[in-house]
């Protein structure tokens, strides 16, 4: 019953079947050399996923569990299937939500540094023609002041110092 469930097919369909006709083109060469491997005693991993094919077309996954046995003095393979395609559903949605995720954030950090670049430029245009009007008004009004006042063309002079600095 769980075979019915999982390849979606009948049972008459899937006893005496070609095993081959159950398992997706893509896996079907991994499978094949696993089986004839542990066929051979090699040791290969007894515990892999593939894509199977159910009856209507439609692509499945399952956790395949393959162990050697010894049928009538033969040796065989007994495997056991376990449908994790709801699982890969949702793993390859997970890994679309994580891409488009990092693309989002790729972005907002492109548009945050650009909308940064953006203030900066305003800032230091702005300010840099606001400094630049100070310091031609503090170098007029220094020129205004008479030479008794020297202490008060020195603080312009500081004042046009700490401007430069600041600029």
Known sequence: PAAEIIFGRAKEEIVGSN???LVHPESQNTVRERMLARQRGENVPT?????????NGEVGWCDLTMSLIDLEGRAAV????????ERKKAESALAESERRFRQLSSFLLTAQENER???SF???DELGQSLMALKLKIGSVKR???????NLKDDCDELLEDIDQIV
């Open 19 to 21: 095993f081959w006709e």
């Open 47 to 55: 515990r892999y996923e593939a894509k199977i094919l159910r009856n």
């Open 78 to 85: 007994l495997g056991i299937a376990m449908d994790i395609t």
């Open 117 to 119: 670049k953006r203030i």
């Open 122 to 124: 305003e800032l230091h």
């Open 144 to 150: 205004k002041i008479g030479p008794e006042k020297r």
